[in-house]
């Protein structure tokens, strides 16, 4: 990191440029500032020639009235504002000398304040997880002392006199209060690991996801006939491309048998595309937070969510409260190694691939939606991992589901009549904009 920063750095001094900040994580206030800064540098340039020799601008004047307009969240309009005022105010005295001594200062302070900043976080976050180390060594001892507190007891109740059961009995509850605060501590440097964690990484805490999150915890499926049912949602995932269906939120028997065989440490989840893998990890979701699951498998503290094709990366974790909550990042800033939650065999990863991407390895469970291109999974499920199959719908379903897809673009005549010809790709199906005709070039082809 650093000697990224010290290159940025030697770059800005030679030509300032705006994508210093870009890469600089909790710099937000410093890239709002250098815009201008670089502005102000090309204008001086561009008016160099015919006022070399001239004093220069006073900067100081300038730069708090355009810092004024940025703090107040000016948009870009409002800084070429500041600059054509400037410009009037003090006609002739730009030079580029004066000015890039100036913003070369400013520059290196930005960089600075970048290194101290990046190096505070991963500080606070390593410091984080230490005490959450330091607090489970912590309650494992005072559980020990429980143990043997409870020993010595049950020993003097079987042969020592009243004063020694009596004495016996308050070193248990002393021990018991010590197991109590232990797993207190635990909590609170849990919480503070994921809050550190979060700001170390990018994360952010997503409001639609947590709507969404907290409703599917209660919701209850409805059945249509024929192994299909419905959830009938208000909210979505929000990413790209989970609105096939829109906010309903579909089900056949293929998909929950296929969730009752995901067990396993690695699962790749297979289908042909266009029929419906992607939603169906929202239904793996609805089973871990909802409590309908096998007694065997724990609550998971966290669930990662990858929706790959919509760039995006959901966190869902249960807070202190009991409420799920949702956070999320670019997919651009995430790095699933670096994920403490993945390092849980207790938490998912749930991941809706996009491409030949792969997928890591790691200690969580994890359920990849993938196509059967054995290219696809074969690693992924190598030593442990297993595959099961989603179906492609059926007719019979097709004709129970049509009226909760989300505002299909063909009629349910045509639907079924194409049928006929694909089968059961939902894609293919419900495509409207030549999607169908090359579902069937494509089919040709391949036969």
């Given amino acids: 990191m650093c000697l990224c920063l ?53 900067l100081e004047e300038v730069v708090a009235e355009a810092d004024r307009v940025l703090e107040d969240n000016g948009t870009a309009k409002e800084t070429k504002a500041v600059l054509r005022k400037a410009q009037k105010i003090y006609p002739g005295k730009w030079t580029l000398s004066g000015l890039k001594e100036e913003l070369q200062q400013k520059l290196r302070e930005f960089v600075e304040e970048a290194k101290a900043a990046s190096k505070g976080l991963k500080e606070d976050l390593l410091l984080a997880r230490q005490q959450l180390k330091l607090a489970l060594a912590q309650q494992e001892a005072a559980q020990e002392q429980e143990v043997k507190a409870v020993a010595r007891l049950e020993k003097a109740e079987e042969s020592g006199t009243k004063e020694e059961v009596e004495k016996a009995e308050r070193k248990v509850e002393k ?15 849990k919480a503070s690991g994921r809050t550190k964690e979060s700001e170390a990484s990018g994360i952010k805490d997503d409001p639609d996801a947590t709507a969404f999150i907290q409703e599917l915890v209660k919701a209850k499926p409805k059945d249509l006939g024929e192994g299909v049912q419905v959830f009938d949602l208000k909210t979505c995932l929000p990413a790209e491309p989970y609105d096939l269906s829109g906010r309903k939120l579909l089900t056949r028997n293929t998909t929950r048998q296929a969730w009752q065989a995901t067990f396993a ?9 266009g029929i419906g893998k992607s939603r169906s990890l929202a239904l793996g979701l609805w089973h871990l937070v909802s409590g309908h699951r096998p007694d065997w498998i724990k609550e998971p503290e966290a669930i990662v969510f990858e929706a790959r094709e919509g760039l995006k990366v959901f966190i869902f974790s249960k807070h202190e409260d009991g409420r799920w909550k949702g956070h999320s990042l670019p997919i651009g800033k995430w790095d699933a190694s670096d994920c403490e939650h993945l390092q849980n065999s207790d938490n998912w990863y749930l991941v809706d691939t996009y491409g030949k991407e792969t997928t890591g390895k790691l200690p969580a469970k994890t359920v990849k939606a993938c196509s059967p291109d054995r290219e696809h999974y074969t690693d992924f499920v190598k030593s442990g991992g297993a595959c099961v199959y989603v179906e492609q719908w059926k007719k019979a379903e097709l004709e129970l589901a049509y009226v909760h897809f989300a505002q299909p673009p063909v009629d349910k005549d045509t639907v079924l009549r194409r049928f006929q010809y694909v089968g059961g790709n939902l894609r293919a199906l419900l ?12 089919q040709e082809k391949s036969s």
């Fill in 175 to 189: 021990a018991e209060r010590k197991v109590e605060r232990a797993k207190k501590e635990v909590k609170e440097a």
């Fill in 431 to 442: 495509d409207g904009n030549g999607g169908f005709r090359k579902y069937l070039q494509d």
């Fill in 265 to 273: 440490r690695r699962v790749a989840m297979l289908g042909t595309p």
């Fill in 6 to 58: 010290l290159g940025i750095a030697l770059a800005l001094l030679v030509q300032p440029s705006t994508d210093f900040a870009r890469g600089v994580p909790g710099l937000k206030e410093h890239a709002k500032r250098h815009p201008l800064h670089a502005g102000v540098a090309r204008r001086a340039g561009a008016a160099q020639e015919d006022n070399s020799g001239q004093d220069r601008l006073d």
